[in-house]
């Protein structure tokens, strides 16, 4: 208002005043991107070198550990807990397929078929998080308790024939065995893969698909050339989300199975917490992170989603 | 896919589509030469679209029939149907690269040796060496051409075309309406093509037919449509028109007299669009580049015989070409004219008196029951 009304020869350059907002303009990203290292650096790298040095470690609680650089650790967990290893990538594995199988179809109908149905659909899928994860679970061991109305209609149809044939189930029940802890992981793990997959295929002209009718593609196939393709990202991401966290769990494995559907979760938290050996938890704990590491990098790299627009 | 030998005319019979109480395309007919270029021109909404995807399949009509030649397709779903359209936004899958695009149709109908036809297609296109691109590295025309040559590699009986040049700024326009002429030409396959552009419509297709709230208007050939419209509607969408108000004085066999506000017009009766009464009313129109302007003082020099009014110039716009005037006269409140700028007489400025005069041959005649504005405010906003 004053520069306005001061005579014309009073108006001072412009140039320093404009040089310093545009040098407070280039530090905004910085600023915005403080919390989140800040967060991260407390709570996620502090810890983790916290960890890798434990892993190191030899010691005892009484006697308390010290850093030997004993990387032996690494290979003794290795060889001893190999097959709670193999069995949380097997369990991890098969609950992704489920998921995508289970998901893919639900993501479908809500972004290409549900009108406008489609925000209650996507509240429905989010729904169960409004209840406690192990307050889920916990309800799971109701639903297939043993003599339960699910196993009694699953073994009057003998579907526990199949699934025991299978290695899944023991005799008639299904409490405490693989299907279990599969199912649970499932069940917990079945929106992480809803919402990406919604949100790839969502974005999805519709006019492609009727460009596929039009160039001779029948439905299934533009299913197969189009569709599919193009939510790939939904997929991979979906997958991810579902598999990483599903390799770790343990609360499924703990409540829904038993000693011998023990995930490589399950003998962490004991290392950790009964039997207090600290050493050989952290070590576990880097070697389920490499593992999963260099699947998740080897598959990305196969899905080729960087190839997608 | 490719039987060509069987008539390939297009033909709709009262063919009709409601979205619920709304009707969108009204019981139509009509009948598509095969090998022509053929245009449904019309205001967005008027159910030219519409019409274009019940052609494609991707619309069910609610009454009525589509025939490709002998063939009727009303029930076939768009992948069987020997018809390509090429989409508005050209729909290009952007995981393919611009081989795939092209080769997608052929793919899908289980033709294995596919590189021939599609590097010739691209070659007719121009983009050979576009061809392991993906879709969003091409501009806005290649993706246009793209979307052609993956309609076209399929030999279609008919290919339609959505507005498929409705993104593409002026001069690209311009460039691929001539391309896409040529194209058809090569080809020699019947293309429909959806506009709302009426000098898109005119300068590319052998026949038009003007839309307007889900039904044909008129249909013809653009000079025809151009120099004998039918409707007020047309008269005002197809470039524009000076429509007068007049009373009928004298009917005859081969020529009518009218009068309006003093002047007395003739034209000849074949060209009215209803028959005139002595003493009803009837619109005359003329084209304004038909009128020629003479400043009023030169009154005599116009020739005996033609039709005259006298008016005053409200304003006038120097474009280049040509001069464009808005006269106010008692006859019209704004009549246009556009005179070529082969000799510029400085008196025609604002304000100066002026006689205008035209052949009457040039003047045709509408039903005096219509709006008069009818075509007018959206030839604006397609515009």
């Given at each position: 208002m004053t520069a306005t009304a001061a005579p014309p020869q009073a108006v001072a350059p412009a140039e320093p005043p404009v040089h310093k907002a545009s040098l407070r303009k280039r530090l905004v990203p910085y600023w915005l991107l403080l919390p989140g290292i800040l967060w991260l650096l407390v709570f996620f790298v502090l810890p983790m070198l916290y960890q890798a040095s434990t892993s190191v470690q030899t010691g005892s609680l009484e006697e308390g550990f010290k850093v030997t650089w004993h990387f032996q650790t690494y290979w003794d967990a290795l060889t001893e807990y190999y097959p709670q290893f193999l069995r949380s990538l097997l369990y991890a594995a098969t609950a992704t397929v489920l998921c995508l199988l289970l998901g893919y179809p639900l993501a479908y109908l809500i972004a290409f078929k549900a009108g406008r149905w489609r925000n209650l659909l996507l509240v429905l899928v989010i729904a169960p998080f409004f209840t406690s994860f192990l307050i889920r679970t916990l309800a799971w061991k109701t639903i297939l308790a043993d003599g339960g109305p699910v196993v009694d209609v699953l073994n009057t149809l003998h579907v526990l024939d199949v699934t025991s044939w299978l290695g899944m189930t023991e005799g008639e029940r299904v409490l405490a065995t693989p299907l279990a802890v599969v199912c649970g992981l499932t069940y917990n793990f079945l929106p992480f893969m809803i919402l990406p997959l919604y949100t790839s295929l969502e974005r999805i002209d519709t006019r492609l698909h009727e460009a596929a009718g039009d160039l001779y593609a029948r439905p299934s196939t533009t299913f197969r050339k189009v569709t599919f393709p193009l939510s790939m990202p939904g997929v991979v991401s979906g997958t991810l989300l579902t598999f990483i966290p599903a390799s770790g769990d343990y609360v499924n494995a703990e409540l829904l199975g038993s000693t011998d559907t023990r995930m490589i979760g399950n003998v962490i938290q004991s290392q950790y917490?009964?039997?207090?050996?600290y050493p050989t938890a952290a070590a576990l704990s880097f070697i389920l992170m490499a593992i999963v590491l260099i699947m998740v990098t080897v598959y990305i790299r196969r899905a080729g989603t960087e190839d997608l627009v | 896919m490719t039987d060509k030998t069987a008539g390939g005319d297009v033909r709709l019979a009262g063919i009709s589509k409601h979205y619920g109480s709304f009707t969108a395309v009204h019981p139509l007919d009509l009948t598509i030469p095969q090998g022509s270029f053929f245009a449904l021109l019309g205001a967005s909404g008027c159910g030219k679209t519409t019409t274009l995807r019940m052609i494609a399949g991707l619309e069910e009509p609610s009454t009525g029939t589509v025939s490709l030649g002998d063939r009727e397709v009303t029930q076939l779903p768009p992948y069987k149907r020997p018809v390509n359209t090429v989409f508005q936004s050209y729909a290009l899958f952007p995981h393919l690269n611009i081989y795939e695009n092209v080769a997608f149709g052929l793919r899908r109908r289980g033709?294995?040796?596919v590189k021939k036809q599609v590097e010739d297609m691209l070659e007719l296109v121009e983009l050979g060496q576009f061809a392991q691109r993906k879709p969003h590295q091409l501009s806005g025309g290649q993706q246009q051409r793209v979307a052609v040559a993956r309609a076209l590699i399929n030999h279609p009986q008919v290919l339609l075309l959505d507005e498929p040049l409705g993104a593409l700024d002026l001069k690209l326009r311009r460039q691929m309406q001539l391309e896409l002429k040529r194209i058809q030409t090569e080809v020699g396959i019947t293309f429909v093509h959806v506009t709302h552009d009426q000098e898109e419509a005119m300068t590319m297709a052998d026949t038009v037919a003007v839309m307007n709230g889900g039904r044909v208007e008129q249909l013809g050939a653009p000079a025809d449509l151009y120099e004998n419209p039918k409707t007020t509607f047309v008269a005002n969408f197809l470039g524009t028109s000076n429509l007068i108000e007049a009373e009928v004085l004298e009917a005859g066999a081969a020529d009518v007299t009218v009068g309006s506000a003093g002047a007395t017009l003739r034209l000849p009766a074949a060209r009215c669009s209803t028959t005139p009464k002595a003493g009803g009313k009837l619109l005359v129109g003329v084209r304004p580049e038909k009128i020629s302007l003479v400043h009023a003082d030169e009154e005599d020099t116009v020739a005996a015989g033609r039709n005259k009014i006298r008016g005053t110039i409200a304003a006038s716009s120097f474009i280049g070409v040509s001069t464009q005037f808005v006269i106010d006269s008692p006859v019209c409140p704004e009549l246009e004219v556009y005179v070529q700028n082969i000799e510029r007489d400085a008196r025609l400025a604002p304000g100066a008196e002026v006689v205008l005069h035209w052949n009457p041959e040039h003047t045709f005649g509408l039903d005096?029951?219509?709006?008069?504005?009818?075509g007018i405010e959206t030839v604006e906003e397609g515009a």
């Open positions: 917490l009964r039997i207090l050996d | 033709i294995k040796s005096a029951a219509q709006d008069i504005d009818a």
